[in-house]
């Protein structure tokens, strides 16, 4: 496991979060946060060790699949959702709000789809991702967060270009029924939503404000005030930084953003290159790892 470049990565991150803790502004909250980094990593670890061969790798994919169709059956047919409040049980209790859950299952759309369209995929759980996919994308409509849907047309618009054969040219179809679908689920109350992402004042976030209070808060101390620190008292404006870029730079310097974030594109490579050398041009269907 810590073979793995993102891994040692991750590792660093996680310790510079304890290193930062002893100077930090606020030094219960730093701790609390950097024992949660310590619990993240060590699900990291478990998730690598335990879903390291083809029995068991689709199963955490899988849960988080029938979870995510699950809270979309709730929004759309149980009356979960007022507006943008989305009232969810315990399933979802590890996503906190709407801007939390509607990411999820935008990451989560495409690979739901893509099981829809996998031959080697049982009947039942075709059928299932066949059906849960615009239940999920319901979940966004009602959730309306901004990031999410930014998040939901870069996946949109990068798919055809990660895909290859036969596989891309379903997986456009899948985008171009998607997106005729996303007409009338998005209602007339996500478009206003939406239009305010450029906008600032009262119908606008305001949040380009607490990004420059941010960034002014890391020239003044580059390798971080620990956790929670910008919205536990160093703030100078109301917002919090909506930004994991800048959540961190403030948090655990600009050294927690090189390990974070090189974690990140680390596996994302990762990802690429074993995309590539999984890539069989002349099967159909490609595996399932692919």
Not at 234 to 239: G, Y
Request: positive net charge; proline residues 3%.
């Amino acid at each position: 496991i810590f073979k793995q470049p993102g891994t040692i990565l991750l590792f660093l991150f996680t310790v510079n979060a304890f290193l930062v803790s002893t100077w930090a502004f606020d030094a219960e909250a730093s701790w609390d946060e950097a024992f949660d980094n310590l619990k993240w990593l060590l699900v990291f670890v478990c998730i690598v060790k335990t879903h390291s061969n083809r029995r068991w790798l689709p199963v955490i994919l899988l849960i988080y699949i029938l979870s995510c169709i699950d809270i979309g059956w709730d929004v759309t047919f149980a009356g979960k959702a007022i507006g943008r409040r989305l009232r969810t049980g315990s399933a979802t209790s590890v996503f906190g709000d709407e801007n939390f859950l509607a990411p999820h299952m935008v990451a989560l759309i495409p690979l739901t789809v893509f099981y829809a369209l996998s031959s080697e995929t049982k009947r039942w759980l075709r059928l299932t991702c066949a059906v849960g996919a615009p239940l999920m994308l319901n979940v966004v409509a009602h959730a309306s967060s901004r990031g999410a849907f930014i998040a939901l047309l870069a996946a949109g618009v990068s798919i055809p270009f990660l895909t290859r054969g036969r596989l891309r040219s379903l997986a456009v179809v899948s985008i171009l029924i998607g997106s005729l679908l996303s007409v009338r689920l998005f209602h007339d109350q996500f478009w206003e939503r939406m239009t305010t992402i450029t906008e600032e004042g009262q119908t606008g976030s305001g949040r380009t404000a607490a990004w420059a209070d941010a960034w002014r808060l890391s020239l003044v101390q580059p390798y971080g005030f620990g956790g929670e620190a910008f919205d536990r008292g160093l703030r100078s404006q109301p917002k919090s930084t909506h930004n994991m870029f800048f959540e961190i730079l403030v948090a655990w310097g600009w050294q927690g953003v090189i390990f974070f974030f090189g974690f990140i594109f680390t596996i994302m490579w990762d990802c690429y290159r074993l995309s590539k050398k999984l890539w069989q041009p002349d099967r159909w269907p490609q595996s399932r790892e692919y």
